[in-house]
């Protein structure tokens, strides 16, 4: 049932019923982060993303277009791509029947067509299409074909955007992928709460503290600002080169951009003053979530930094808290402590004993996530009896 107040309630992070109600009301009809354009260069590249219990493929045509659909064959349901990026060749082919469709959608051969589909209309039988939109240089998937990707980045677009993921002087490191215990919302959460990063990040981020944070909405998505006094970005050792110098990408108070832009609902962007990341999370159960990591840096930094994330296991090419050698404080990663305290909130989820305590007050503390709360409440209403 959905709480009598607008402060999520111990089930939305532990019960199906809360994942599924989202699964329907609120993945459904979902913007997320696909890729790049440049991910996607060269006709039949492809990226596959789950939203929700949706899969969809994006897929470059011959044309130059970017084509978003629903990936399944429209004979009997077969998933047609496996893989999450690749290049797929001159048309898409379903392994099962080998029904063949074009990069723009259209149904193009089905075998032995005259004798097993004689009345067979081609035309009526094109790949499901998806919702796609492009910004900047990022592409954004929604399962929904109607939906509006203009007034979803509307509140975004005219704000300052920090860097060009396409310079001269900006490359993509390794990408990493992290399992995370824990519910997606308790992610996000975290990710938009001011008060800890004085606290829990004492000794990487250093702050800053409350008052020195701004949330601001815009529109269903925020965005987070502090003043350069206000955090300290402080950077491990092997992203200085010998002069002790961090590059040439600037901080989000040198150039007026935000230091986190929350896309709601699965999207976090993070500009910092060596680099940026893109966080696409993907809920798996009530208590699990991917969290698939990109993230640009100046050429200053090494390109694959896996071997310095605590965690990380080469064989598996994923970062999880199974795999820590050390408690996440002694890390000096800012992000493993923000594992690490999800997955305790999760485990106090999971007591009978839990319920919600106040959050506290003013716009750069906890408010946003009374805000995040109000939003999900909003959007599920209808998805409970």
């Known amino acids: ?77 077969t998933t047609l791509v496996d893989e999450e990026k690749g290049n797929i060749g001159a048309a898409i082919v379903c392994p099962y029947h080998r029904w063949t469709y074009g990069l723009e959608g259209g149904l193009r051969g089905v075998p032995d067509k005259a004798n097993c589909f004689p009345d067979l209309d081609r035309t009526k039988l094109s790949l499901k299409p998806a919702g796609l939109g492009v910004f900047k240089e990022l592409i954004f998937a929604n399962p929904d074909p109607t939906a509006r990707f203009d007034e979803w980045i509307a509140p975004i677009a005219d704000r300052a955007w920090p860097h060009d993921l396409f310079a001269a002087d900006v490359k993509e490191a390794v990408p990493l992928t992290y399992d995370l215990k824990c519910n997606w919302k308790v992610f996000i959460e975290n990710a938009i709460d001011g008060y800890h990063l004085a606290y829990l990040h004492e000794n990487t981020l250093g702050g800053p503290t409350p008052d020195k944070n701004i949330w601001e909405q815009a529109g269903e998505h925020m965005i987070w600002y502090a003043n350069e006094d206000g955090i300290r970005h402080r950077l491990p050792k092997k992203t200085r080169d010998e002069n002790g110098s961090t590059g040439t990408i600037k901080s989000a108070a040198q150039t007026g951009y935000g230091g986190v832009y929350y896309l709601f609902p699965l999207t976090l962007v993070v500009p910092t003053p060596y680099g940026l990341s893109i966080s696409s999370l993907k809920p798996l159960s009530p208590g699990r979530t991917r969290l698939d990591y990109r993230h640009w840096i100046g050429p200053w930094q090494s390109r694959d930094e896996r071997k310095y994330i605590p965690g990380y296991d080469k064989q598996s090419d994923i970062i ?16 493993t402590e923000d594992v690490w305290i999800c997955e305790k909130i999760q485990r106090g989820l999971s007591s009978p004993a839990f319920e919600p305590g106040p959050l506290s007050e003013g716009p750069g503390a906890e408010d946003p996530i009374r805000w995040f709360h109000e939003s999900l409440n909003n959007r599920l209403r209808d998805g409970f009896t």
């Open 1 to 77: 049932m959905m709480p009598h107040n607008n402060q999520l309630e111990r089930n939305a992070y532990i019960e199906n019923e809360w994942l599924r109600a989202e699964q329907a009301g609120l993945f459904s009809d979902a913007w997320c982060f696909v890729g790049t354009t440049r991910d996607l260069a060269k006709a039949g590249d492809y990226r596959v993303v789950q939203i929700g219990t949706f899969s969809i493929l994006v897929v470059l045509d011959k044309s130059g277009n970017l084509n978003a659909f629903h990936n399944l064959c429209r004979h009997r349901g």
């Open 320 to 335: 999880s808290s199974d795999n820590w050698t050390k408690h996440p404080l002694e890390t000096d990663d800012f992000q």
